[in-house]
C-alpha cells in the first residue's frame, strides 16, 4: 500500500473516531475491565516482489486465537496465527520412517505463523457498535520445510517481523459474543503489505 493510501485510510479513521466522539449515542463505558478469548480467520498479502523472489504465493489464509482486554476507551489484544501459504518453489527429499525404516520421496511445504500485540483506543459509535484504533508489533516465522521430518533440509523464508496500524470495527450481539473486522496496515517493506482479519470473541 502507497503512502498516498495510508494517508485516506488514517483520515477515514481519525473521521469516524470523531464522529463516534462528538455523537449524542456514545455510551460511558466506565472504568470496568472487561475480556473476551477470540477465534479468527484471517487473509494476509505479501509484496508481489518479495513473494516471487521467495518462491511463494502473493497472498495466503491463517486462523487464529487471541485474547483481548478493555478498560474504558483503552484496548489491547494479543495473539497467534498459523497461515496457510502456497510454496511456488518445492523442494524433494528422501526420507526415512524412524519406525519402520521405509523411505519416500517427500515434498515440501511452507510454515508460517505469527504473533502479535497491539494497543490503543476505542470509542463506542452505540450501545452495540465500537470502532477503534490500535497500533502494535507482528514476528512472522516462515520457513520451507518437509513437515514433521526431524534432519530434513529446510530454508527461511524473507518475510520479517514488522510493526503496523489497526484499525478495527465490532458489533456486539449479546453480552457474551460479538464479532470484529479489523485491517492491519504494515509499516516497512519487509515483505508484508496488509492482511484483514475477522474475529469472534467469546467473553465467559
Request: proline content about 1%.
Amino acid at each position: 500500500m502507497n503512502n498516498y493510501k495510508k494517508k485516506v485510510l488514517a483520515g477515514i479513521v481519525l473521521a469516524a473516531v470523531a464522529s463516534a466522539a462528538s455523537a449524542h449515542q456514545v455510551i460511558d463505558r466506565g472504568a470496568v475491565y472487561r475480556s473476551s478469548w477470540t477465534a479468527s480467520g484471517e487473509v494476509i498479502n505479501f509484496d508481489p516482489a518479495v513473494a516471487a523472489y521467495n518462491g511463494i504465493a502473493d497472498s495466503g489464509f491463517g486462523l487464529g486465537v487471541g485474547y483481548a482486554g478493555e478498560k474504558g476507551w483503552f484496548n489491547f489484544s494479543v495473539g497467534a496465527t498459523f497461515f496457510l501459504i502456497d510454496d511456488k518453489n518445492e523442494f524433494t527429499q528422501q526420507v526415512a520412517n524412524d519406525w519402520t525404516g521405509n523411505e519416500s520421496t517427500e515434498e515440501s511445504s511452507i510454515d508460517a505463523g505469527s504473533v502479535y500485540i497491539d494497543a490503543g483506543f476505542q470509542l463506542p459509535v452505540s450501545d452495540s457498535f465500537v470502532v477503534g484504533l490500535n497500533g502494535g508489533y507482528r514476528y512472522f516465522d516462515i520457513d520451507r520445510g518437509i513437515t514433521n521430518c526431524r534432519d530434513c533440509y529446510s530454508e527461511d523464508v524473507g518475510v520479517e517481523s514488522d510493526t503496523y496500524l489497526k484499525p478495527f470495527a465490532r458489533i456486539d450481539f449479546n453480552g457474551r459474543l460479538s464479532g470484529a473486522l479489523a485491517y492491519y496496515s504494515y509499516a516497512g517493506d519487509k515483505g508484508v503489505e496488509d492482511s484483514v482479519q475477522f474475529g469472534m470473541n467469546f467473553r465467559f
